[in-house]
């Protein structure tokens, strides 16, 4: 064996233990993440119960607000900006597989291997029951991506979605998803490392439970000061405001984005030609401060009062003033500094994907 066998031989060898080690770090580090921002016990703090609206019939009613302590895990922030220069970044918030919502499963390849061949074998796993699965490649400049058929990868990440709206990760999907993730493996000549279910499971359960605290959903009413309103001619009216309709039936107060600020309930049985109620929602988590969707769905139920002859109110049809709204304000600006501070900031894809 000559010197530059030696040589070549060590050098894989270094790297092979290295991407090991990365892919351990990154469990750990996802983990603690997780952890430290689910884990601590919360109380609740409910908005004012006039401050919600029914609306449809589906609305969640009176939302929670739970506010968690102050982080003293500064020694844990010391440890992430140390890992921040590692060689290999960690996959951000904006690729498929998220270290914070995800539970990434690391397969390492044998050699390198072409997107072409990888993409034919993860067809078959996209789901487990109503969580999605993506894949992500680490690249020959050492970048994780999303694998594309162009791509060329040495190692690559399973992301299992930990929780949504509905259930968090169940120890059957877990064990479903282990035995399709090793047949997928064995086509690509792969190893996966599978992290133990026990642990998975109680992040999961921590993950749901941070979604329920947080799915708000904000109403306000505008209820008729007279006779009911046709829907014919409102439907034209909400449509010339700026609502699309959308395919539940609702209307939809477009983001410019492709996403809605805020939607709109009738209220109408099916078949009905009237209506003496509209209902306006905003899912709380789902939109970005900055685009101020309280604001804006207030200053919207305002102008259709004014124009409609109606007024704004509450579930129980009292008058919704100024300074209600305004609390009803701080308090959701409170709500997004809660989210912010988890690391799911409403409106980002993180938020997107758990509030679905």
């Excluded at 190893?191 to 306000?220: K, S």
């Excluded at 039936?249 to 078949?271: E, H, I, K, Q, V």
């Excluded at 939109?287 to 200053?299: I, K, N």
């Excluded at 259709?304 to 509450?314: E, R, Y």
């Amino acid at each position: 064996m000559t010197d530059l066998q030696i040589s070549l031989i060590a050098i894989g060898g270094t790297i092979v233990v290295g991407v090991i080690s990365y892919n351990k770090w990154q469990e750990y580090r996802a983990r603690k993440s997780i952890e430290r921002h689910f884990s601590n016990d919360h109380d609740d703090v409910l908005m004012q119960p006039s401050a919600a609206a029914d609306g449809a019939s589906n609305a969640r009613h009176e939302p929670g607000f739970s506010m968690p302590a102050d982080d003293p895990a500064v020694t844990d922030q010391a440890a992430e900006a140390v890992a921040a220069d590692a060689q290999a970044a960690l996959p951000a918030q904006d690729l498929p597989v998220d270290p914070l919502i995800d539970c990434n499963i690391p397969l390492m390849l044998e050699g390198v291997v072409h997107g072409a061949q990888i993409l034919p074998a993860l067809q078959a796993l996209t789901h487990i029951g109503s969580k999605p699965i993506h894949f992500i490649g680490l690249n020959q400049n050492q970048v994780w991506e999303a694998v594309r058929n162009g791509g060329i990868y040495s190692a690559l990440q399973a992301g299992v979605q930990l929780a949504n709206r509905s259930s968090a990760l169940t120890e059957l999907e877990y064990s479903e998803l282990v035995t399709r993730l090793r047949a997928v493996a064995d086509q690509l000549g792969a190893e996966p490392d599978v992290p133990d279910m026990a642990e998975v499971v109680d992040i999961a359960r921590e993950l749901h439970r941070f979604i329920a605290e947080h799915d708000a959903q904000l109403g306000i009413n505008i209820h008729t000061n007279g006779a009911p309103w046709a829907l014919n001619s409102l439907h034209t009216m909400l449509e010339k405001q700026g609502f699309e309709l959308r395919a539940d039936g609702r209307l939809g107060m477009p983001d410019g984005d492709g996403g809605n600020l805020f939607l709109l309930s009738t209220n109408a049985t099916p078949g009905a030609a009237t209506t003496a109620r509209l209902t306006l929602l905003l899912e709380v988590p789902c939109v970005a401060p900055l685009r101020d969707g309280f604001g804006a769905m207030t200053a919207c139920a305002k102008l259709l009062a004014a124009k409609l002859g109606g007024s704004v109110v509450d579930d129980g049809s009292q008058i919704l003033s100024d300074e209600a709204l305004a609390d009803i304000a701080a308090q959701v600006a409170a709500f997004y500094d809660d989210m912010e501070a988890a690391e799911i900031p409403a409106g980002s894809n993180r938020a997107q994907r758990l509030f679905q």
